[in-house]
């Protein structure tokens, strides 16, 4: 898949913090069902911001049996890596995410 390609794909997805509905609520809302308050929003909302200016898309993860702080950590650990290792990343967790999604809606339609 081509760099640009990836990028739209990237670009797709709810970023992180965003106010969101459906099922990207319900995924962000199960990594912990208090949602973060003012202070931590902010730092979410900071490092999200720069994540994307340094490499042009949100930062992903899936969210799914994580909590805030892991969540956090991964977010924080990431601007270590090449802007190559983060896109293969955010390809892999949006994977991961629509596979959630995907199972989360069998078991709703049995």
């Known amino acids: 898949m081509e760099r640009a390609a ?13 106010e969101m509905t459906g099922a ?3 995924e962000q809302s199960e990594a912990d069902p208090d ?28 969210e799914k049996g994580q909590d805030r702080s892991s969540i956090l950590e991964s977010l924080i650990e990431s601007f270590e890596n090449t802007e190559e290792i983060e896109q ?13 999604e995907l199972a989360e809606m069998v078991v709703h339609d049995e």
Do not use: W
């Open 6 to 18: 990836k990028l739209d794909l990237t670009c797709a997805h709810t970023r992180l913090g965003a």
């Open 24 to 26: 990207s609520a319900n």
């Open 35 to 62: 949602m973060p308050n003012g202070e931590e929003f902010k730092r979410f909302e900071k490092l999200s911001d720069d994540y994307e200016m340094k490499f042009g898309f949100s930062f992903f993860v899936a």
């Open 88 to 100: 293969r990343e955010a390809l892999n967790q949006i994977g991961e995410i629509i596979r959630d």
